[in-house]
């Protein structure tokens, strides 16, 4: 089951608080993996045009060398689901892609969330780390 824990920016009402703690309580019983999910929370009126957004959520990412992406995906893959996309990968270090009907090849590097990285056991994401923001 998946722990989610909060750091609170002083400007967060405690009634925004509560919301997200609740949130947090009924997600956690839906995520099935066991990972330990690390937000950092603030309220803002800038979201948006004329800060008409309600709310906004940002990832952060973390860059990992496709032959490592591959061998992490291996390590946690437990489902048929999961051995297929393993098989569709392209074998090697490197991935090529089409962007426009035009090759782009060698790539070297994956963006993944932090989250990602850490549901695949990413030794390199501490798990003291902020996995995004939400405000």
């Not at 920016?9 to 509560?18: A, E, F, H, R, Y």
């Not at 800038?46 to 800060?51: A, F, I, S, W």
């Not at 790539?107 to 549901?119: C, P």
């Amino acid at each position: 089951m998946a722990q989610i824990n909060f750091t609170y920016d002083p400007n967060v009402s405690l009634d925004q608080c509560i919301a997200f703690e609740m949130a947090a309580a009924i997600w956690g019983r839906f995520l099935r993996d066991d990972v330990i999910v690390n937000l950092r929370i603030g309220a803002t009126d800038q979201l948006g045009e004329n800060g008409q957004a309600v709310g906004g959520a940002i990832p952060i990412f973390h860059e990992i060398h496709y032959g490592v992406y591959q061998e992490y995906l291996a390590q946690d893959a437990t489902t048929a689901e999961d051995q297929e996309v393993i098989a569709a990968l392209q074998q090697g270090n490197t991935a090529d892609v089409n962007v426009d009907g035009e090759l782009v090849d060698v790539n070297t590097e994956l963006m993944l969330t932090r989250a990602q990285a850490k549901a695949l056991g990413d030794a390199l994401t501490e798990e003291k780390k902020f996995s995004g923001r939400a405000s």
